[in-house]
């Protein structure tokens, strides 16, 4: 059996687990470009407690579906590296779910900025 950890080494491997996706994963910085990028607009725009939850929901729904996917393509690979159809249904699916993340993103993004970039281009125009 495997020694217990303590909640510092825990802690540790989870941030080695993040680390290890924004090294190897280029659709990972994308997401945390956008997110802060978001982030920022929110703030711009001083979004209401609500939309600032969505918003976060959002960010985090995506972020998580990128590293399970990256967990599941590491162990995908690590058991089995010749082509099978289980392997490829993995990984189909955990990139289904990054997918499925991406799009409530993309949607919540629109219903919270639709109004404010609107009024804003107004002013501008
Ligand atoms: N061992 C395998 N057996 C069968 N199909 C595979 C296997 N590995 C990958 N595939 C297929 O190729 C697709 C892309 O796999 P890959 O590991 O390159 O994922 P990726 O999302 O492109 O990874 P990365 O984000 O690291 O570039 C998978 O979604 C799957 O359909």
């Known amino acids: 059996m495997k020694p217990a950890h303590s909640w510092r080494s825990t802690f540790r491997y989870a941030l080695e687990g993040i680390g290890y996706t924004l090294r190897t994963q280029i659709n990972m910085r994308v997401h945390v470009v956008i997110a802060l990028g978001v982030i920022a607009a929110g703030i711009v725009f001083r979004i209401s407690r609500m939309e600032w939850l969505f918003?976060?929901?959002?960010?985090?729904?995506?972020?998580?579906?990128?590293l399970f996917n990256t967990a599941v393509e590491a162990v995908v690979d690590l058991v089995s590296p010749k082509v099978h159809p289980l392997a490829k249904a993995a990984k189909?699916?955990?990139?289904?779910?990054?997918?499925l993340a991406a799009v409530f993103a993309v949607i919540t993004g629109g219903v919270v900025f639709y109004q404010p970039?609107?009024?804003?281009?107004?002013?501008?125009?």
């Open 55 to 66: 918003i976060l929901a959002a960010c985090a729904f995506v972020i998580t579906a990128e």
């Open 92 to 99: 189909d699916a955990a990139a289904g779910a990054v997918l």
């Open 117 to 125: 970039v609107l009024t804003m281009l107004r002013h501008l125009l």
